[in-house]
C-alpha cells in the first residue's frame, strides 16, 4: 500500500512538473510576443507625428508652385538625396527638400545649423551628420 502511494506521488510530481513546464513557456512566448508587436506601434506614431509637422509650414492655397521649388539636392540633416515627394519646409525664402519624415522636425528645431551643412548651390552636404 505504501508502495503505490509512493508511485502516485512520484506521477502527480512529474504531472505538476510538466504542467509549471508549459506555463512557463506560454510566459515566455507571450512575453516575445508582445514584446516585439510594441516597437511598431511607437513607430507608426513616431511616423505620424512627424508627418503631422510637415503639413504647417507650408499653406498650399497661398503658395504658388512656380513660386516655390526645393532649392536643395541633398538633405540638409542626413545628406541623403532629397526625396521630392517628401516633406519640405520653407526657411529664409528657400524651399528645403528633405530624404524623410523626421528630418524636416529636426531642421525646423534649429535650421541655422542644418542650413549650414549645404552648399551654396545646394547640391553638396558639407556638414556633420
Given at each position: 500500500m505504501y508502495y503505490k502511494i509512493e508511485k502516485e506521488n512520484e506521477r502527480n510530481n512529474k504531472m505538476l512538473k510538466q504542467i509549471v513546464m508549459i506555463i512557463s513557456m506560454f510566459v515566455i512566448f507571450g512575453s516575445l510576443i508582445i514584446a516585439q508587436e510594441k516597437p511598431e506601434e511607437q513607430t507608426e506614431v513616431t511616423q505620424h507625428d512627424s508627418l503631422a509637422t510637415t503639413e504647417e509650414p507650408v499653406d498650399s492655397s497661398t503658395v504658388d508652385s512656380a513660386e516655390l521649388q526645393i532649392w536643395n539636392k541633398?538633405?540638409?540633416?542626413?545628406?541623403?538625396?532629397?526625396?521630392?515627394?517628401?516633406?519640405?519646409?520653407?526657411?529664409?525664402?528657400?524651399?528645403?527638400?528633405?530624404?524623410?519624415?523626421?528630418?524636416?522636425?529636426?531642421?525646423?528645431?534649429n535650421p541655422e545649423k542644418y542650413s549650414k551643412n549645404l552648399s551654396d548651390d545646394g547640391t553638396k552636404f558639407i556638414g556633420r551628420k
Open positions: 541633398v538633405c540638409p540633416v542626413m545628406g541623403n538625396k532629397v526625396d521630392v515627394d517628401g516633406p519640405t519646409v520653407e526657411y529664409n525664402g528657400k524651399l528645403y527638400g528633405f530624404c524623410c519624415p523626421g528630418c524636416d522636425a529636426k531642421f525646423e528645431k
